[in-house]
């Protein structure tokens, strides 16, 4: 099992920034893969960024390219999205993820809003 705990998102206006992060703890010799979704009222959830343990690129929505940044820290077990430029339609609740080879493990979700 692998428990996640994501920090407080928040209230930020139109080009603000915001930094979230997720801490996985339990079974995390077998996290492979660690990121974040998003999901917006009316809408299905969407992949926001993704890392991969042990390094490698990481992969991103499109819509999000050249905004958002997901690092991680191995160390400390956590995953972190820096999102920058963040706009209206930024605004959802985000998801922190963890995928082992047999199962994903979400986060309870954390709200950001941006006003224009």
């Known amino acids: 099992q692998v428990q996640l705990v994501e920090s407080r998102g928040g209230l930020v206006q139109t080009g603000g920034s915001l930094r979230l992060s997720c801490a996985a703890s339990g079974s995390i010799f077998s996290i492979n893969v660690m990121g974040w979704y998003r999901q917006a009222p009316g809408k299905e959830r969407e992949l926001v960024a993704l890392?991969?343990?042990?390094?490698?690129?990481?992969s991103y929505a499109d819509s999000v390219k050249g905004r958002f940044t997901i690092s991680r820290d191995s160390a400390k077990n956590t995953v972190f999205l820096q999102m920058n430029s963040l706009r209206p339609e930024d605004s959802a609740v985000y998801y922190c993820?963890?995928?082992?080879?047999?199962?994903?493990?979400w986060g309870k979700g954390t709200q950001v809003t941006v006003t224009s």
């Open positions: 890392t991969i343990a042990g390094g490698g690129k990481p």
């Open positions: 993820i963890a995928k082992t080879i047999t199962t994903t493990y």
